[in-house]
């Protein structure tokens, strides 16, 4: 079954630094995976998705991530944190047509 | 372009009451989705719709959950009668279908809590 992980709870980072936000995946045959963001009372947002291709993704916000196949990894990361990217972020795989499945979230406080 | 519309955004009942909650999908979306998120966990996948049919619905507890997308467009979720378990936000989603798999687009969900 396809399934995803983020193992942190939650990534503490200072205003300017980069961050990183970690997610591992357990797919059969080829991971379509995805990153979103969800600000306080707000929905679910898409910030990018890896489906073949290069493996640095460049998405929203100037989030990318970085897609290791012999890792299983999909790395959320950003050069520079902002304040304002606080909010939780979750990672998710496709596991079928239209379906995804998302991990438990990481949640990213940047402090000034 | 509007975004999913999901009402009310708040509600607050008592146990074994019923409960109903609204989504509005983007309009030309012919994918409509309804997600479980308990508080500090990711969303899962209740039912999905393809225009009026409900091609996923394993994860929806049949017995007190039901929904409906009559037309194609706007879905109702409903709960008959509700647990203390049931607390928990439920998001409407939405997306083309024209892809394997696409983005979707969230609304900003449904806080219910069961006293």
């Known amino acids: 079954a396809q399934s995803v992980a983020q193992p942190e709870d939650q990534v503490n980072v200072a205003e300017g630094n980069p961050l990183t936000v970690k997610c591992t995946y357990s797919?059969?045959?080829?991971?379509?995976l995805f990153w979103y963001v969800q600000y306080p009372n707000r929905g679910l947002q898409f910030l990018l998705k890896?489906?073949?291709?290069?493996?640095l993704v460049k998405g929203s916000y100037g989030f990318e991530a970085e897609f290791n196949k012999s890792q299983t990894s999909f790395h959320l990361k950003k050069p520079s944190a902002l304040v304002s990217d606080s909010a939780l972020y979750f990672c998710?795989?496709?596991?079928?047509?239209?379906?995804?499945?998302f991990g438990a979230g990481t949640r990213l406080a940047v402090h000034p | 372009e509007a975004g999913v519309v999901q009402s009310p955004r708040y509600k607050i009942i008592e146990k074994k009451q019923p409960v109903a909650f609204w989504c509005n999908p983007i309009?030309?979306?012919?994918?409509l989705y309804w997600y479980l998120q308990n508080l500090g966990q990711g969303p899962e996948l209740l039912i999905r719709?393809?225009?009026?049919?409900?091609?996923?619905d394993s994860q929806l507890p049949k017995d007190r959950f039901s929904a409906e997308r009559l037309k194609g467009v706007d879905s109702t979720l409903k709960i008959q009668p509700a647990e203390l378990g049931d607390s928990a936000v439920y998001l409407c989603?939405?997306?083309?279908?024209?892809?394997?798999?696409?983005?979707?687009?969230f609304g900003p969900g449904t806080r219910l809590t069961v006293l």
């Open positions: 719709y393809e225009n009026e049919e409900a091609v996923d």
């Open positions: 797919v059969s045959g080829n991971p379509y």
């Open positions: 998710a795989v496709a596991g079928g047509y239209n379906k995804l499945i």
């Open positions: 890896y489906i073949t291709g290069d493996n």
């Open positions: 309009s030309g979306h012919n994918t």
């Open positions: 989603a939405s997306s083309s279908g024209d892809r394997v798999v696409g983005e979707q687009f």
